[in-house]
């Protein structure tokens, strides 16, 4: 199968694309391209009780225990849980961010890709 036209299958090349469309596939995959390094999951900053009776964290106004920084993510289709230090987590905010984004520009190549091919003529037929 002969994928000419960065990544087009030689029978789409035929598919006339519009200013625009070049466009925004010269802006997402440019951006995608440039991306960098990409950590999946969700982080999630929390702060909580003990199950002690006497300690601070059941005082009026409660002094709560953490913050405690977890990552969550999916690997081998179990969830994995790591706890981060505040370093770890100003460290790898900008790596959650490119896979945030990544997800983002994927799904706008998507819907691009089905607005072109929607101008496929076979459709028509």
Same mark, same amino acid.
């Given at each position: 199968?002969?994928?000419?036209?960065?990544?087009?299958?030689?029978?789409?090349?035929?598919?006339?694309?519009?200013?625009?469309?070049?466009? *925004?596939?010269?802006? +997402?995959?440019?951006?995608?391209?440039?991306?960098?390094?990409?950590?999946?999951?969700?982080?999630?900053?929390?702060?909580?009780?003990?199950? *002690?009776?006497?300690?601070?964290?059941?005082?009026?106004?409660?002094?709560?225990?953490?913050?405690?920084?977890?990552?969550?993510?999916?690997?081998?289709?179990?969830?994995?849980?790591?706890?981060?230090?505040?370093?770890?987590?100003?460290?790898?905010?900008?790596?959650?961010?490119?896979?945030?984004?990544? *997800?983002?520009?994927?799904?706008?190549?998507?819907?691009?890709?089905?607005? +072109? +091919?929607?101008?496929?003529?076979?459709? *028509?037929?």
């Amino acid at each position: 199968m002969d994928h000419a036209g960065g990544g087009m299958p030689e029978k789409l090349c035929a598919v006339e694309l519009t200013t625009r469309q070049r466009s *925004k596939l010269e802006r +997402i995959t440019g951006e995608l391209g440039s991306l960098g390094m990409c950590l999946p999951g969700s982080v999630v900053v929390r702060t909580g009780r003990c199950g *002690k009776v006497a300690c601070s964290c059941r005082d009026d106004p409660p002094k709560l225990h953490g913050p405690f920084r977890s990552w969550t993510r999916k690997l081998a289709g179990k969830t994995v849980t790591r706890l981060l230090t505040e370093e770890q987590l100003d460290d790898y905010r900008v790596l959650f961010d490119n896979h945030r984004r990544l *997800k983002e520009l994927v799904h706008e190549l998507e819907d691009l890709t089905l607005s +072109i +091919i929607d101008a496929d003529p076979r459709w *028509k037929t």
